[in-house]
């Protein structure tokens, strides 16, 4: 089993700027690709951005230039670094963790941005 644990979300003013962290534990060996997705109120959950052990990147287009994915393979640590920031963006950021075919979610950081 892994676990995930997020960090880092919050209240800021659009414009602004977060970074998110997740941190997996437990059977991490393995995983290949981290990743953060979000659900806003009344919508599905979608892709923001991910990383693969190797650091190929892919993220969605909403965020394309606004955000940076990284990652830190001794730690097992996945960072969102998210910059001017928009009403929009508001929602529950999820970390994701895939091991080979399994697949692996943390419980959710807030993150909430004031116009």
């Known amino acids: 089993q892994v676990q995930l644990e997020e960090s880092g979300g919050g209240l800021v003013q659009a414009g602004g700027s977060l970074r998110l962290s997740c941190a997996a534990s437990g059977s991490t060996f393995g ?60 929602a529950v950021y999820y970390c994701y963790a895939r091991k080979v075919v399994q697949g692996y979610w943390g419980q959710g950081t807030q993150v909430t941005v004031s116009s």
């Open 31 to 90: 995983i290949n690709t981290m990743g953060w997705y979000r659900q806003a109120p009344g919508k599905l959950r979608e892709l923001v951005a991910t990383i693969t052990s190797y650091g190929s990147t892919n993220y969605a287009d909403s965020v394309k230039g606004r955000v940076t994915i990284s990652r830190d393979n001794a730690k097992n640590t996945v960072y969102l670094q998210m910059i001017s920031l928009k009403p929009e963006d508001a």
